[in-house]
């Protein structure tokens, strides 16, 4: 071999990171699917499907453009947990969101939550649910609130549509989902500048049997809805349309995970976490005399997990800063340097990243002033 000069472009000093797609929803519908779908417009889905779904246009309608993956596994009987599970498994950790329509009881809730708590534990990619309620447990109007499940997110049963009486359109469930896929993990659901809802009326049945009648929804049902820890919707004065009710997940309000901006930015947080620490299984840590780690090391760890989060969350709004402080980077990251990893092989680490406030209520003392 001649003799040469050869120069390598080094990478990765920048530390630069790969954005994530933070809206990806897996939906499953009741359809005859013989493969997933999985598309990113409401044209690529009917392109595959060969046909239209009112139920996925009224989820683009929402949610722009957005990677969607739909299937058609069965989420009913014995087999609904195993089969949820089989296809987060496959979706290799992508998925954020799953819809799943028409929950039998407070049971599947609860199993629900159990995988979503399984999905994080196992497959280290946490998901929230958006779900629908089966009539005949909807009608009981259970106490959401009190269900200590903060995965999921129970969407009221109101319809887009009526005929005679009888709901015929799409059901929110599918505008919220939309919604949520189509803005950051920290935007509320309710937030008034982002618009009102596609779906210009939204109605719902009260009574049962031949005494049954379609209402258009007011506030006032919409308030009965909201205290039992529903997602629903609903007006303002002098605004066109209708707007989504809360961001409520069905647990206690004293839950940290009781929004559903909550739940999106600390499952965030962790896929973030996640994978810049797992870079360090199996590395070298070097030890002082007696064991423990340098400070040198916790500093490099805290220092790439908060720069990751910092560039990753932070700087695209997710997390909130004290804009007085200009070293708040909304997170913060420490290693323990008295812990003995050469005994255990283990390092704990504290990590916290800061939340939004939202102005769910706004009171205003009105008066005269002659001086105004």
């Known amino acids: 071999m001649l003799p040469y000069v050869k120069i390598d472009f080094k990478n990765g000093s920048l530390g630069g990171v790969e954005q994530m797609d933070d809206g990806i929803t897996l939906a499953f519908i009741a359809a005859n699917l013989q493969q997933d779908i999985d ?10 499907f060969g046909a239209d779904n009112d139920l996925i246009k009224a989820f683009f309608s929402e949610a722009g453009k957005c990677h969607l993956i739909v299937t058609g596994k069965t989420v009913t009987g014995n087999n609904a947990e195993t089969n949820i599970k089989a296809t987060l498994s496959r979706m290799d950790g ?26 994080a534990e196992e497959l280290f990619a946490p998901v929230m649910f958006f779900v629908s309620l089966a009539d005949t447990y909807y009608k009981t109007n259970p106490d959401l609130k009190a269900a200590g499940i903060n995965r999921v997110a129970v969407v009221d049963n109101v319809n887009n549509a009526f005929a005679d009486t009888a709901l015929s359109g799409v059901p929110l469930l599918w505008y919220v989902a939309g919604r949520a896929a189509s803005v950051p993990v920290q935007r509320s659901l309710t937030r008034v500048k982002d618009g009102s809802l596609a779906a210009a009326e939204w109605y719902y049945i009260e009574g049962s049997g031949a005494s049954a009648k379609v209402r258009l929804v007011t506030n006032t049902y919409a308030e009965g809805k909201h205290e039992k820890g529903f997602i629903t919707v609903r007006t303002f004065q002098g605004k066109a349309g209708y707007y989504i009710s809360d961001d409520l997940m069905a647990t206690a309000a004293s839950d940290d995970y009781a929004l559903v901006p909550r739940r ?3 499952d965030k947080a962790y896929r973030v976490a996640y994978k810049t620490l797992v870079e360090y299984i199996g590395d070298e840590i070097p030890a002082t005399a007696d064991g423990t780690i340098p400070t040198a090391i916790c500093k490099e760890i805290e220092n790439n997990v908060e720069r990751n989060i910092y560039s990753l969350m932070t700087v695209e709004g997710n997390l909130s800063v004290d804009t007085s402080n200009p070293n708040d980077k909304g997170v913060t990251c420490y290693v323990d340097p008295k812990q003995n990893v050469v005994a255990t092989s283990r390092i704990d680490i504290t990590l916290k990243v800061k939340p ?12 005269f002033d002659t001086n105004a």
Do not use: H, P
């Open 39 to 48: 598309c990113r417009t409401y044209e690529e889905f009917v392109d595959q």
């Open 94 to 119: 992508v998925v954020r969101n799953v819809i799943v329509s028409n929950c039998e009881n407070l049971n599947y809730l609860k199993m629900l939550q159990s995988v979503g708590e399984w999905a």
């Open 264 to 266: 999106r930015t600390i």
């Open 356 to 367: 939004y406030g939202y102005t769910k209520y706004i009171e205003v003392k009105l008066g």
